[in-house]
């Protein structure tokens, strides 16, 4: 009987420095970030891009990828990279944050940069908590979610307020180009994700204008559920409120 | 060199631009608004990009993108808007991105707010204020050079007065060969190794280490501080009281003295032009010399804290200055008068003033 050829699906991706991350087991912030350095890899834009890193767990990654990385503060990272991108039109830049870092600190940012048409991508990571400070709710938090605020009714309207979508906010300002939702909970959505986010980067090189991807993720620590339950979970509770989609494209 | 009459905010907006700034960041306030306005015409002029951002906190995070890739970048407003960008400040400090900040007070209540900051942790910016609008075009040219050089937010410190008086000046580049090129800034890889620009230091990948980081950004406050001091003195030799101030009011301070010097009064002044590092020397050296020291600044007394800090109770400091309400609400009113300025001065110098 002959062996079946082993073929290599996946493999660390050249712009990883390191594989040494602080993030939690089963989390879906690295999973995002993988997907991310292969797109720079393969558009051969690493030589020329300029990441903006906002504030959450994903502020471990700044140290472990091989691009040039500007830090910029809680909510802040879109007018950090207009300046970046305004005054090196010709460099790629996109901007990493969180839900509380994006739609709770900095909504007014992002808005206005979408409004302006700022011709970098912006990329969300979307899971529905404050990662970093331990759990709390964000303005993403969908109702019925527990959270570190929200314990023991879960996120109830009266109480709490709805969530923002912020990729439809988005999609409705003048200035957008394009608008897309993704996730990384089964290996179709990651596929999916991977499709939309080239888009987004393709729009952005192209000088088409301002993209915008929502990605959810994984955060099992604070959602108090399994690694392994995760994916059923961005099921049931995230892609009803967030479907999947792309909400704008030129 | 020729002159040219400009009207002070202008003078300074020109003057950043003529160092090479070629970004700005900024939005609406009084008195900062003419600087906004003269940018958003001239700096697409030579290049550049001004962007009439959204909200205060909006422009100075677009001033860090731009300083962060290596841009000369500039950002004004008033103690309001100032207060809004203080965590900013901080961290600029902190990740070593130089940029110039212009503070167009109303008054000068934001002393404190300058020199000591209402941002988090151990930082400082450099803080410079001019009395003159020729002054102000050279210091903010000098700004931008220390902001360089020691990769650090300088802030220049103006006020009402200042923006709004039309002078005659020239601007006078300054020789910035002695800069190193900015190897640190984030304008994509290349073919160098990649590099972070972060608030938790170090370039290095890898190898983040934020506790060395803020140990050097710590040690390195004393050497900007031994080699940014600055101040001028005039009429101290045979002065038995010296009066202390600094930018626009102390222009009428000057001419109160010679004034009281035609009355027979034996008075000089001693200037702080940069507020941080304070000119401590200087005014221990007045001090040395008089049997008191009299503070002018439009406020309820900040920098007479500095003042008392570098006399150390040698000599009676007294307050002859006061916040100074008129009703456009900038306090430009009537404390400001030479009249008054003369009367208090002429008091401490006859002994009657409580130190
Ligand atoms: C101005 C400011 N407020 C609060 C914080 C504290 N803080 C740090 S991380 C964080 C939450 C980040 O959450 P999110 O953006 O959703 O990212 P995640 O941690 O989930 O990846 C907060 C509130 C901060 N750093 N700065
Ligand atoms: S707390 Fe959540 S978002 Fe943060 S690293 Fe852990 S799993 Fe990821």
Not at chain 1, 6 to 19: E, I, M, R
Not at chain 2, 73 to 82: F, V
Not at chain 2, 91 to 105: D, G, K, R, S, T
Not at chain 2, 210 to 237: F, M, N, S, V
């Amino acid at each position: 009987m002959s062996t079946p050829e082993l073929k290599k699906v996946s493999a660390k991706p050249d712009l990883l420095l390191s594989t040494h991350h602080s993030l939690c087991p089963g989390c879906g912030e690295p999973l995002a970030l993988r997907v991310i350095l292969e797109l720079l890899a393969e558009l051969g834009v690493a030589e020329r891009t300029i990441c903006v890193c906002g504030i959450g767990c994903y502020t471990a990654f700044p140290g472990i990828i091989d691009v040039d990385v500007l830090q910029a503060l809680h909510g802040r990272a879109p007018s950090v990279a207009t300046g970046a991108k305004r005054v090196l039109p010709d460099r790629f830049v996109f901007t990493l944050q969180g839900d509380g870092d994006m739609v709770s600190e900095g909504l007014q940012e992002i808005i206005h940069s979408a409004a302006r048409g700022e011709k970098f991508t912006a990329v969300l990571l979307n899971n529905g908590v404050f990662g970093e400070t331990g759990g709390h709710m964000t303005s993403t938090s969908v109702l019925g979610q527990r959270t570190k605020t929200t314990m023991d009714t879960g996120r109830v309207a009266e109480k709490h307020g709805y969530p923002i979508k912020i990729a439809d906010l988005i999609a409705q300002v003048d200035g957008s180009t394009y608008v897309a939702r993704g996730a990384m909970h089964t290996p179709a959505a990651i596929a999916w994700t991977k499709r939309i986010l080239g888009e987004a980067f393709r729009v952005q090189l192209e000088g088409e204008g301002f993209s915008f991807v929502e990605v959810l993720t994984m955060c099992p620590t604070d959602w108090y559920v399994e690694p392994s339950e995760t994916p059923d979970w961005i099921e049931r509770n995230f892609t009803g409120t967030y479907p999947l989609k792309i909400l704008k494209h030129p | 060199m020729t002159k040219v009459l400009m009207e002070g905010s202008h003078a300074i907006a020109e003057a950043a631009i003529q160092a090479g700034c070629r970004f700005y960041a900024g939005y609406p306030i009084t008195p900062s608004t003419e600087i906004l306005e003269y940018m958003s015409h001239r700096l697409p002029q030579v290049g550049g990009v001004c962007m009439n951002a959204e909200s205060e906190l909006e422009a100075i995070n677009m001033v860090w993108g731009a300083a962060g890739c290596g841009v000369r970048a500039m950002i004004a407003s008033t103690g309001q808007g100032i207060s809004l960008m203080q965590e900013s400040f901080a961290e600029l400090a902190n990740a070593e991105i130089p940029c110039v900040i212009v503070n167009m007070m109303r008054g000068q209540g934001d002393y404190f707010q300058a020199t000591r900051g209402g941002g988090h942790g151990d930082y400082r910016h450099l803080v410079l204020a001019p009395h003159t609008v020729q002054e102000a075009v050279d210091l903010v040219m000098l700004a931008f050079h220390v902001a360089d050089r020691w990769r650090n937010p300088a802030l220049v410190l103006g006020d009402f007065v200042l923006g709004h008086t039309s002078e005659a000046v020239e601007f006078r580049p300054r020789d910035e060969s002695d800069l190193p090129p900015k190897t640190w800034a984030a304008t994509g890889k290349g073919s160098r190794a990649s590099l972070n620009v972060t608030p938790l230091g170090s370039p290095e990948k890898l190898d983040l280490k934020p506790g060395d980081h803020y140990q050097a950004i710590a040690a390195k406050l004393p050497r900007i501080a031994a080699a940014e001091t600055r101040a001028e003195t005039g009429l101290l030799d045979d002065a038995e009281v010296a009066v202390v101030a600094f930018g626009s009011p102390a222009r009428f301070v000057k001419y109160a003295v010679h004034a009281c010097r035609a009355q027979g009064m034996k008075v000089g002044w001693v200037r702080p032009i940069s507020l941080w590092p304070f000119p401590a020397e200087a005014v221990a050296a007045a001090a040395g010399r008089v049997r008191a020291l009299a503070v002018f600044e439009q406020n309820a007394g900040q920098m007479i804290d500095d003042v008392r800090l570098a006399v150390l109770g040698k000599v009676p400091v007294v307050p002859i200055g006061g916040i100074s309400h008129d009703p456009s609400g900038f306090g430009v009113g009537p404390a400001l008068a030479p009249a008054n300025i003369i009367a208090k001065i002429a008091e401490v110098y006859r002994g009657k003033a409580a130190a």
